[in-house]
């Protein structure tokens, strides 16, 4: 198999929006019964003549091996996360559980760059 890069392709993103991370707690809220973490990242784009907003939901959780039904219940308590911020259960929203270290590495990545970004456009007063 052989591999080339492609000619650049210029993207209409508007905006790049990371939300503050929402703990999921297993029992009481108390930092040793923390279950899993939602990210919420938005990405605005065109459509046409039409600003979209494409919303992802991330699930971060603490063990690898949850079963069908636990990871059923993160995506019913990620969407309730939505319903209280009022996003739309549509073609714009997907959720995905983060269930592997190197998503997850690359995940902390992303978020961290943002961060930094934010820091450098971020004007002082």
């Known amino acids: 198999m052989s591999l080339s890069l492609g000619n650049a ?3 209409s993103t508007n ?3 990371s939300n503050p991370a929402v703990p999921v707690y297993k029992g009481e809220e108390n930092p040793n019964n923390l279950y899993a973490v939602i990210y919420h ?4 784009y065109n459509e046409g003549q039409t600003q979209k907003t494409k919303q992802y ?4 959780y603490k063990e690898f091996d949850l079963s ?3 990871k059923n219940e993160l995506i019913k308590v990620a969407k ?3 319903e209280s911020k009022g ?3 549509d073609e714009q929203l997907e959720i995905a559980l983060l269930d592997n270290e190197e998503a997850e590495n690359f995940l902390e990545k992303v978020f961290n760059n943002m961060k930094v970004i934010r820091g450098l456009i971020t004007k002082k007063d």
């Open 57 to 60: 939901i991330i699930i971060d």
């Open 41 to 44: 990242i938005e990405i605005g």
């Open 80 to 82: 309730q996360y939505c």
């Open 9 to 11: 392709i210029a993207v």
């Open 15 to 17: 905006i790049i929006k």
């Open 68 to 70: 069908i039904d636990a």
């Open 87 to 89: 996003i739309n259960d």
